[in-house]
Structure formats: structure tokens, C-alpha cells
């Protein structure tokens, strides 16, 4: 699916992030598996990544980067018309965590859902807030990217307990005069699934004594055939919304990929040639947060001053589905 801007512009106008405060590192890890600090590091990038404490749920993890978005917005929870959570990991399989997170900020009218589309949860849920912004279904919209991926990891895998972390970020969208949301390009490959996937705990396989002593309610990940369709989908779906959009890379003046691997990151600015100063890059202290991953780093680029009106903004994700997508804005003044 690629779409350019249409009916009303939308942008965000206010960012919050949040990251649980206990930090786990490569050298805590390699006294846990198999593994060594320069092997984590040379393969992916990462130093240290965050990991939620056994009280905290998503909602917890999630409700200090809301607080802070809807302040930056100027606006209360009582003026949400909808709550969006991009997840893998809510509190539970229902209710959605942004019926909870909606009751926690007082937005007592807003619609809420919860949204399953693996890493790439956040800009799948941009892109159906955009849609109702633009149709003029809504005013005011907070979106939501978190997972505590601790939570479904196998902590003795270290093919994947490595890789990932927890953390959240928040925007919210309303509509502005100028700029803003320019399109965005989104698909799905469900072929590819089982790449990326936890095998239990739905209606195929639901839940038994047998199922937990096979460890099938953990993530399970195909690295290397992830890691090739990651380094393809995130070059063809910038190139794609790009071109849509009348634009090339020289436009882009803020790259934000999504942060799972920084060899995925380097191979992608690479290919489509975007100078090494224009992307963002958080993963070494953060590792995968999933769907966290984009607007936390989105929210540490603006933290440092690199966004500043008028900006082109390229996001790109991918992850479980398979999924990818992307988007692509003009920064506002209102953003930050
Ligand atoms: C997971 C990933 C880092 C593994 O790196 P890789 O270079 O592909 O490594 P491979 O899977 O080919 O494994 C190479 C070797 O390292 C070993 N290995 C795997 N994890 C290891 C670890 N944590 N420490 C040490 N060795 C490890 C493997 O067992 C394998 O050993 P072998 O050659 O004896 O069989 C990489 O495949 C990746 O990043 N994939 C994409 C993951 C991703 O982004 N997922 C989320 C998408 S949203």
C-alpha cells in the first residue's frame, strides 16, 4: 500500500519517550549465555540495552512517554479522540493496552485500540492515525510505540535474547496548516512469518504444560533470513514513498530507521546513499525495542536539537509479519 497526503495535513505536535531504568549490558549477558561482548557488538551493534522490572507492564512503561507528548502538545488527556498502541507485547490479549493507557491519561471518550504489526507497529499505527486525521474522523490522536520484548525472549537463546530490549515512545497528531505527513508506503509478506514469530499462546496453539516445557511461548527468530529481508525492505520502501512523493534522497535531511541490527542500518544508508550525518542511530544503547524503536530515536534526535522546521523526515521500518513500512514528513514547528 503507498499513498501520498491527502484532505487534511497532520503532524505531531509533541514527542515523549521512555525506557525502563535498569540497564543490562553484553559483559551481564555473556555470564548468562554463550556469548562475548565483542561477538554482540561486532554482529550488532549493541552495548547495553534496557530491561522493564517485574512490576512494570507496557502500560507502565508507555504512560510516562504519553504524559510527556500530550504536554509538549499543550493538550490534556480529556482532548484525545483516540488512543493507538503499535504492540507485540501488551499488558494482555485483551483488553487493548490503549484502553488502559486511555483510562491512565483520563481520556475517558477516546477510541482505543491496540495494533499488531511487529517492529513496524509504529508507523503502520502513523499511518492509521493519518487516515483518520485527514478524513476529518478525529482532531486529536496519540499514538503509541512500545514493547517489553524481556517479556517473550527465552533468556538461554542467545540467538535472540542479545538483540532485543524494552522502551516506548508517544506522539501526538493533529492538524496543522503546513507540512507534516507527506505518505507513506506499507506491506506485509505473512510467508515470511515464521521467520519472526512466537509459536504459542494463540488460538493454533494455545497454551499447555507441554507447549511451556518446549519453549514455544518465546520468540522465535530465523536471524539470517530476517536480516536479509530487512536489508532489502528497507531500501525498496524508502525508494518506493520517495518517489511517490516526488522526492529523492538528497530531500532527505533526517533518517530514522528502525533500530534492530546497525549492520541493517549502515547496509540501508549505504544502498540508498543518505550521507552518515542525516540517520539516527540509538541501538547501541537501546538495542531492538520494537515498536519503540522509531520514536524513541526519534525523540533523542529532537532531544539534540538535529530537527528543525521544514526538515524531511524519513522513518523506515520492518519486523514480525513479515512487515515493513514507511513514512515521510515535513517537520513542523508544532513537533517537538
Ligand atoms: C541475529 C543476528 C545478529 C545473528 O548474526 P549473524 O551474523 O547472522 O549470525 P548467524 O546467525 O549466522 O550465526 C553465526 C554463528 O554465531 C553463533 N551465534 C549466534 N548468536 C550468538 C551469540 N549471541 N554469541 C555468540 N555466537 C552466536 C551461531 O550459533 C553461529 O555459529 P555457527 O557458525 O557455529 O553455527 C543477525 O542474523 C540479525 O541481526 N538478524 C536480524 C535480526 C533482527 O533484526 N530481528 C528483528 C527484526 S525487526
Known amino acids: 500500500m503507498i499513498g501520498s497526503a491527502n484532505g487534511y495535513r497532520v503532524s505531531i ?30 554482529r550488532t551493534g549493541i552495548r547495553e540495552r534496557r530491561i522493564a522490572g517485574p512490576e512494570e507492564a507496557l502500560t507502565d512503561v508507555s504512560l510516562p512517554a504519553a504524559r510527556t507528548a500530550l504536554e509538549r502538545a499543550g493538550i490534556s488527556g480529556s482532548q484525545l479522540d483516540f488512543v493507538i498502541v503499535a504492540t507485540v507485547t501488551p499488558d494482555m490479549t485483551f483488553p487493548a493496552t490503549a ?6 491519561l483520563g481520556a475517558s471518550d477516546a477510541g482505543a485500540y491496540d495494533l499488531s504489526a511487529g517492529c513496524t507497529g509504529f508507523v503502520y499505527a502513523l499511518a492509521q492515525a493519518y487516515g483518520m486525521l485527514a478524513g476529518g474522523l478525529c482532531r486529536t490522536v496519540l499514538v503509541v510505540g512500545g ?7 527465552d533468556w538461554s537463546d542467545r540467538s535472540t535474547c542479545v538483540v532485543f530490549g ?7 497528531l493533529q492538524r496543522v496548516d503546513s507540512g507534516g505527513f507527506l505518505g507513506f ?28 516445557a518446549a519453549g514455544q511461548q518465546y520468540l522465535q527468530m530465523n536471524g539470517r533470513e530476517v536480516f536479509k529481508f530487512a536489508t532489502r525492505v528497507l531500501v525498496s520502501s524508502a525508494e518506493k514513498l520517495l518517489e511517490q512523493c516526488g522526492m529523492t534522497v538528497d530531500d532527505v535531511d533526517v533518517y530514522v530507521p528502525h533500530q534492530a541490527n546497525v549492520r541493517i542500518i549502515d547496509h540501508a544508508v549505504e544502498k540508498l546513499g543518505i550521507p552518515r550525518e542525516r540517520v539516527v542511530v540509538n541501538v547501541d544503547r537501546y538495542g531492538n525495542t520494537s515498536s519503540g524503536s522509531i520514536p524513541l530515536a526519534l525523540a533523542e534526535a529532537v532531544g539534540e536539537g538535529r530537527l528543525t522546521k521544514g526538515d524531511i523526515v524519513l522513518m523506515t521500518g520492518m519486523g514480525a509479519g513479515l512487515t515493513w513500512g514507511s513514512g515521510l514528513m515535513e517537520w513542523t514547528e508544532e513537533a517537538a
Request: aromatic share 2%.
Open 166 to 172: 524494552d522502551g516506548a515512545g508517544a506522539v501526538v
Open 185 to 212: 508506503e506499507l506491506g506485509a509478506d505473512g510467508a515470511g512469518g515464521r521467520d519472526l514469530c512466537v509459536p504459542a499462546g494463540g488460538s493454533r496453539l494455545p497454551v499447555t504444560p507441554e507447549v511451556l
Open 99 to 104: 484502553a488502559l493507557l486511555a483510562d491512565a
Open 147 to 153: 514493547d517489553l520484548l524481556s517479556r517473550i525472549i
Open 13 to 42: 505536535s509533541g514527542l515523549g519517550a521512555h525506557v525502563p531504568d535498569r540497564v543490562l549490558t553484553n559483559e551481564e549477558l555473556a555470564r548468562m549465555v554463550d556469548t562475548s561482548d565483542e561477538w554482540i557488538r561486532t
